[in-house]
Structure formats: C-alpha cells, structure tokens
C-alpha cells in the first residue's frame, strides 16, 4: 500500500508539475513576458512548488534534515543531472544575459547560503535574507529585460509577400532573418 501511495503521488507531482508550468507559461507569454523571464521566474518558481511543498512541511514536522537535503540535492539534481541530460539530447543556447549576470547568481546564492548555513543551522533571519535575495533577483531580471516584455523588431516585406524576420514564437527573431537575410533583388535597388 505505501509504495503504491508514493507511485500515485509521483504522478500527481509531475501532473500537477506540468500544468502549473505550461498554465502560467502560456499566461505569462499572452501578456507578453519574454521567454527568459518566464524561465527565470515563473518556470522556476513552477517546478520549485514541489519542493517547496516537501521542504516546509519536513521543517513543520521537525525533520529538519530533510528539508534541507531536499533543497541541496534537488539543486544538485538539477544542474548536474537535468542540464547534463537537456544538453545530451540538444545543444543548449545560452542567453548573454545568464552568463553575465544569473550564473553569478547562482553562485553567489549558494555561497552565502553555506555562508549562512555554517553555524549548523538556518534561522529565520536566514531565511528573510535568502527570500530578499529570491525576490530581488525576480525583480531585477525583469526590469532590466525591459520590463520583460518581448521586443519584437520591425517587419519588412519579402518578395514573396511574406514577412521577413517575423517573430517566429520559439524560433528568435535573430535565426528568423537569418533564414531569409539573402539580398533580394527589390532590396538590392533600394
């Protein structure tokens, strides 16, 4: 019986995981937040939620450890074993903006929390200290991706009729042009 209650609720966790993550990155995207932002916010903080759910209801039930480790290991898990395996199946693109300022980030987070954590214990403090910076980030990243709204670039016509270098959805504009970015004969006599 116990193994069949955690099999059931590893389904519902992913279920639940992947309607929460597509819900508000589709919300997210019809209002127009860039593909960025809504990796670095509302993606993170989707696939975050179990591990939230694990992590305060261990530290209400005095398991301490376990709240802990969940929030250690799952950060291990994804960086080594998800990013390894996304960048096996496909060569991941990263955005200037994530290595210039979110990978500092990152290490710098997890610097202050074994800064923090170094006293054998994380207090409330602790805590206000880490989710300041949590939200700083989120702010941050949106404002100084313009608000996090998607730029989309002029449109021109093609000779075909069709518009060259047109947002593409999931496709960037950049890979867009750069499909059609032969010189025509129209634009050759402008």
Not at 47 to 64: D, I, N, Q
Not at 134 to 156: C, E, I, K, M, Y
């Given at each position: 019986?116990t ?87 496909a ?100």
């Amino acid at each position: 019986m116990t193994l069949l209650a955690f099999l059931g609720g590893i389904v519902l966790l992913v279920v639940g995981a992947d309607l929460l993550v597509r819900g508000a990155s589709r919300l997210s995207l019809s209002i127009g937040l860039s593909p960025l932002i809504v990796g670095l916010t509302v993606v993170s903080f989707g696939t975050s939620a179990p591990e939230l759910a694990v992590s305060v209801k261990a530290a209400f039930a005095g398991t301490t450890e376990m709240a802990f480790g969940n929030v250690v290991g799952s950060n291990i898990c994804n960086v080594l074993l998800i990013l390894g395996l996304a960048a096996l199946a496909a060569p991941l693109e990263i955005a200037p903006a994530v290595l210039r300022r979110d990978l500092p980030v990152l290490l710098g987070l997890s610097l202050l929390t074994a800064l923090l954590a170094s006293d054998g214990r994380l207090g409330a403090v602790d805590g206000l200290v880490l989710l300041a910076g949590g939200l700083a980030h989120a702010v941050l990243s949106f404002r100084q991706n313009g608000g996090g709204q998607t730029r989309r670039p002029p449109r021109r016509p093609s000779p075909t009729g069709a518009t060259a270098g047109s947002w593409t959805g999931s496709r960037s504009w950049r890979a867009s042009r750069s499909s059609s970015s032969a010189p025509t004969s129209s634009s050759a006599r402008r």
